[in-house]
């Protein structure tokens, strides 16, 4: 039987591998944002879909609990031991065509930054997850906690924050500009391999935080990154992944058809449009 996603998926490596952008023309803001991607391997775009903010916040994180369409949003709310490990008070696939993470997985800069710096059309690799931690003392170390490469994928993460936070708070900690260093194959498959005091001397660490609706576009694929547990402290997120394509990408296909439309496309308001009527008819 013909199996068209790993046919497209063969082709989209080879034009990965082959074939350059010449034609495809990128605004300023593309331009600039991916230069400083390539640098440091992260970057912050500020104060981004605020209006899907305070959706998520009234919905989702309102003190009289969620709302039922948030909860109708979401595809699988993570209860494992892991999550509750890791302080997970509230952690959730959610269908990439609801309203309330939509306008963020829909971005045409944040698509267009990614294509640019990956070298070819993204796919997103799962359903995005909301996210609320309120990390407490664990009871055993996460591997999440030790710096790491996202498993050899040509990856690019992204967070949103949902509230505001420091560094004082659980965060996100990034190897400035590791993304250019060449490593060790075991750094991609084995994190314990890793040496993090080297590490710290050897890079510059960024840390995810700053103010609700502030995006941070990251190199999870090629760049060492971890998080960073405070106790007590609270943190609100949007999580994304995006590859170059992967034989593991698509873990959630079935269950949200809308995914199969977030390729950035060369004409982005046409992609948005296709991308609006498959949401009018979704979670």
């Not at 989209?12 to 074939?19: E, F, I, M, S, V």
């Not at 390539?38 to 994180?61: C, E, R, S, W, Y």
């Not at 314990?192 to 050897?202: M, P």
Request: charged share 20%; net charge neutral.
């Amino acid at each position: 039987m013909f199996d068209r996603q790993a046919f497209e998926w063969f082709v989209g490596t080879l034009k990965y591998r082959n074939y350059g952008f010449s034609s495809r023309h990128w605004t300023s803001d593309v331009e600039d944002y991916t230069r400083r991607l390539n640098a440091d391997g992260i970057v912050k775009i500020p104060a981004q879909h605020m209006q899907m903010l305070t959706d998520i916040q009234q919905h989702f994180f309102s003190p009289q609990g969620r709302s039922e369409e948030a909860t109708d949003a979401c595809y699988h709310v993570d209860e494992s031991e892991r999550a509750k490990n890791m302080g997970r008070v509230f952690s959730a696939y959610v269908y990439a065509s609801s309203r309330f993470v939509f306008p963020l997985v829909s971005d045409p800069l944040m698509l267009d930054i990614i294509w640019k710096y990956l070298g070819r059309r993204p796919l997103l690799r799962n359903l995005p997850v909301i996210q609320h931690s309120h990390a407490l003392p664990q009871s055993s170390h996460d591997i999440q906690q030790h710096f790491h490469c996202d498993s050899g994928l040509h990856q690019i993460s992204c967070i949103y924050l949902l509230s505001d936070l420091t560094e004082q708070m659980t965060h996100t900690e990034y190897a400035l500009a590791s993304n250019r260093a060449r490593k060790p194959v075991s750094h991609y498959y084995d994190r314990y391999s890793i040496d993090e005091s080297s590490l710290q001397s050897q890079f510059e660490m960024g840390t995810i935080t700053g103010k609700a609706g502030d995006l941070f576009i990251f190199d999870a694929g090629n760049g060492y990154h971890r998080a960073k547990l405070i106790p007590h402290t609270d943190r609100r997120i949007i999580h994304l992944n995006f590859t170059a394509g992967s034989h593991m990408v698509k873990p959630h296909f079935h269950v949200d058809p809308a995914l199969s439309e977030l390729i950035a496309d060369q004409n982005m308001a046409q992609y948005r449009q296709s991308f609006q009527h498959l949401a009018a008819g979704s979670k």
